[in-house]
Structure formats: structure tokens, C-alpha cells
């Protein structure tokens, strides 16, 4: 009876009522409950791959075959002397280097000029013209890219005859074959990051702009001194996904070049994907993936240390 009595008339207790902790409680399984389905399908599709795959790095394994062969790391010493590897390797970050470099500076250039359209349907509209291109399938996008690319009857090579201008084989010449992807890659690509760009523009506060206007600075030092500061978190997040997915890029080499001419468009996904599936040397293919792997994980951290300041507003 004194406990009843103590409870009662302790202040802020209401009898009947969860305290604290048991709202947390019941706070934490709601959170488990919602993220058990997304991490059962990262667990299936994601986790258990990568853990098959790195299973798979130390063996000597042909699909076709019954049994497997345990070699231990000679798989990644391997990998040392095979000069295809090293120039995929190069080609590899020589894509991404330039794709992303050239994504971004396209990107946020149409974002701001977009940004500053007062009229509203008209910059609906250029967002929405520029946005179109990403909804295409990436496939059917490269095969066009391809056609247009012909060197007998391409359009490129139609307008270079209209202007005077000896045909090129872009596909076929070692010196474009790689650029000529890339051009495909940002013209199928940049929807996304403009979007991105313009929506981290419009979070920037007007009394930024108003306070450089009114210590007289010009559009220029209002966008290097405000805006491009202003707009780090939305760059690291446009550059981390960029890069992520321009290191993964396959279909597009796939589909135009399958890796040539001299191997100067063989990405590391495409050459991955060569040996895993058309020479059936399994084994060898997923220590490249787990080195692909460890590749991209560390450029990202690089990435989110080098980016990650202290945010402004």
C-alpha cells in the first residue's frame, strides 16, 4: 500500500501510462522492424554476393567444373603481371577522372543558369528537357550512341562532311574511341547531378546574395565566394555518387566498344566481366572484383575525408 501511495503521488507518473524507457523500447523495435526488410534485401543482393565472391578470390574455379582448386593468393599475385589488368586498371580511372571532372563543371554550369530563369514553367521545362535523357535504359541509349557514331553513315561524320571535314572513326580510332564513350556517358548522364545542383542552389538563403550585393560584389565573387561555398554539401554528395558510378560503368563499353580498339576502352568491370563469364575463370575474376572492391571504397573515403568541412548554414 505505501508503494501505491508512492507512485501515486510522485510528480510527472501517471498510473497507466509507459514511462520513458519503455517508449524507447517500443521505438527501437519500430526501428528494427522498418529496416529488416531493406537489410534482408542488402543481405541477399549486396552482402552475401560480396562474401561469395571474396570466398571465391582464393580458388581456382571454373563454373563448368565440378570441383575447385585452392591457390590460395596467387589469384591477386596474378593480377601483378597481367598487363591487360593494369592498362584496364589506367583506362579505368582515366574514365572517371575525366567523366566526373567534366560532369560536374556541365552540370553545375546549366544548374545555376537554370536557377536564375525567374519564370516558372520555363524552368520546369528546362529541368524536365534535361532530365529526360537519364529515363531512357542505358542500353538502348548506347546503341544509338552507336549508330550515330558510324563511320559510313553516322550522323557526326554526316555533319563533317557537310562541313568540309574528313570522316573519324570514333569507335575505331584509339585516339577518340575512349572520349567518344565518354561524350555518350554525360550526355545520358548529367539529368541527374543538374537536379541534384539545382535543388541544393535553391537551399542556399537569399540573405547571402544580399549581403555580397550590398558590399558590392559582382556575380562572379558572388558565386565563388558564396555560392560555390555555400554548395559543398551537395557537391560531395554529386561527386561521391558520380564517381562511384562512373568506376562501375559497364554497359555502354559493353554494347560500342566491347574494349577496343587495343584495349584502350576496357574498363575493369568489362575485363571482370570477360573473364567471369566468357572464359569462365571465375576465380581469378572475383580477386579483380575484391581489389575493384577495396578501390573504390578507399576513393570514397578519400572523398567524404577531403570534402567533409564544416558546413556553413
Do not use: C
Not at 535553391?202 to 550585393?213: G, H, W
Not at 551537395?234 to 554494347?255: D, G, K, P, R
Not at 575485363?271 to 563469364?277: L, R
Amino acid at each position: 500500500m505505501k508503494h501505491d501511495a508512492a507512485a501515486s503521488s510522485s510528480p510527472g507518473i501517471v498510473p497507466g501510462t509507459p514511462n520513458r524507457r519503455e517508449e524507447k523500447g517500443r521505438g527501437r523495435w519500430f526501428i528494427y522492424l522498418s529496416l529488416a526488410p531493406i537489410l534482408l534485401l542488402f543481405g541477399v543482393f549486396a552482402f552475401i554476393p560480396i562474401g561469395w565472391s571474396l570466398g571465391l578470390s582464393v580458388f581456382k574455379y571454373n563454373p563448368l567444373s565440378a570441383s575447385a582448386l585452392f591457390v590460395g593468393a596467387d589469384n591477386y599475385i596474378r593480377m601483378l603481371g597481367d598487363s591487360i589488368f593494369i592498362k584496364s586498371l589506367w583506362v579505368t580511372f582515366k574514365f572517371v577522372v575525366i567523366a566526373v571532372a567534366v560532369n560536374i563543371l556541365i552540370t553545375l554550369m546549366f544548374a545555376v543558369a537554370i536557377q536564375r530563369i525567374r519564370t516558372g514553367w520555363l524552368r520546369n521545362l528546362m529541368r524536365t528537357v534535361f532530365f529526360l535523357p537519364t529515363i531512357a535504359p542505358l542500353a538502348g541509349t548506347a546503341i544509338v550512341w552507336s549508330t550515330m557514331f558510324n563511320y559510313s553513315h553516322g550522323l557526326f561524320n554526316i555533319v563533317l562532311t557537310q562541313l568540309h571535314m574528313a570522316p573519324v572513326q570514333w569507335l575505331s580510332d584509339p585516339h577518340y574511341a575512349l572520349y567518344s564513350v565518354i561524350l555518350m556517358t554525360l550526355w545520358a548522364d548529367i539529368g541527374y547531378n543538374i537536379v541534384l545542383f539545382i535543388a541544393g542552389l535553391d537551399s542556399i538563403p537569399d540573405m547571402y546574395y544580399e549581403a555580397a550585393i550590398l558590399d558590392g560584389a559582382s556575380r562572379w565573387h558572388s558565386f565563388w565566394h558564396v555560392t560555390l561555398p555555400l554548395l559543398r554539401r551537395t557537391m560531395l554528395f554529386v561527386s561521391v555518387t558520380t564517381v562511384v558510378s562512373y568506376f562501375q560503368a559497364f554497359a555502354q563499353f559493353q554494347i560500342m566498344t566491347k574494349g577496343e580498339p587495343f584495349n584502350e576502352t576496357r574498363v575493369l568491370a568489362l575485363h571482370i566481366y570477360e573473364q567471369a563469364f566468357s572464359n569462365s575463370n571465375m576465380g581469378y575474376a572475383s580477386a579483380m572484383a575484391t581489389v575493384f572492391l577495396i578501390i573504390i571504397l578507399l576513393v570514397t573515403l578519400l572523398q567524404l575525408k577531403w570534402g567533409r568541412t564544416e558546413w556553413e548554414y
